[in-house]
T-cell receptor
């Protein structure tokens, strides 16, 4: 149980285009979802926290107009990277909580974004 | 913001040996968790230890927590080549549930 999926697994896009990444909790209702970014050989950095039905809370330094987060249902959150640039190339990982209590987060497999 | 710091940054051992990784953090925590990540993959939750616990076991894993020193250690006993991965500690605080990850330890277990 407590499975989180992400789609797509990897995406390559041209500079200036927008990319949408989906995060789904498959067998539980995720009251809170988190989005992280991980650069090569580095740790995960929290980008934003989203609660179903409300606006996401962004970490300092993360542009909310560039990284649009929508958490429209208890099983789906989306991250849209708008007008992507090569420096946005990274590994994006989502996590969801709600299955085993708020302190237990279940992570998706990640999405590798490469912007040319 | 990054809170945890793991050491060593990289560790190379042979199969059968024990691997110990340490994590230090800066502020008060609710829980500390250890995760494993294979290269280019998502995170796998290994173990959670609460702030009022001192030690926890799960299979070949042993985690200790010393809140007075703001540090934790992860011990993997009788390591296997399949244990090769990066290991991260993550803390959550009383003020929220978002996780603060450490920089990670890259473990290589050679046959």
């Amino acid at each position: 149980g407590a499975v989180v999926s992400q789609h797509p697994s990897w995406v390559i896009c041209k500079s200036g285009t927008s990319v949408k990444i989906e995060c789904r909790s498959l067998d539980f209702q995720a009251t809170t979802m988190f989005w992280y970014r991980q650069f090569p050989k580095q740790s995960l950095m929290l980008m934003a926290t989203s609660n179903e039905g409300s606006k996401a809370t962004y970490e300092q330094g993360v542009e909310k107009d560039k990284f649009l987060i929508n958490h429209a249902s208890l099983t789906l959150s989306t991250l849209t990277v708008t007008s992507a640039h090569p420096e946005d190339s990274s590994f994006y990982i989502c996590s969801a909580s709600g299955a085993g209590g708020v302190h237990e987060q279940f992570f998706g497999p990640g999405t590798r974004l490469t912007v040319l | 913001s990054q809170q945890g710091e793991e050491d060593p940054q990289a560790l190379s051992i042979q199969e059968g040996e024990n691997a110990t990784m340490n994590c230090s953090y800066k502020t008060s925590i609710n829980n500390l968790q250890w995760y494993r990540q294979n290269s280019g993959r998502g995170l796998v939750h290994l173990i959670l230890i609460r702030s009022n616990e001192r030690e926890k076991h799960s299979g070949r894993l042993r985690v200790t927590l010393d809140t007075s020193k703001k540090s934790s250690s992860l011990l993997i006993t009788a390591s296997r080549a399949a244990d090769t991965a990066s290991y991260f500690c993550a803390t959550d605080s009383n003020s929220g549930y978002a996780l603060n990850f450490g920089k990670g330890t890259s473990l290589l277990v050679t046959p």
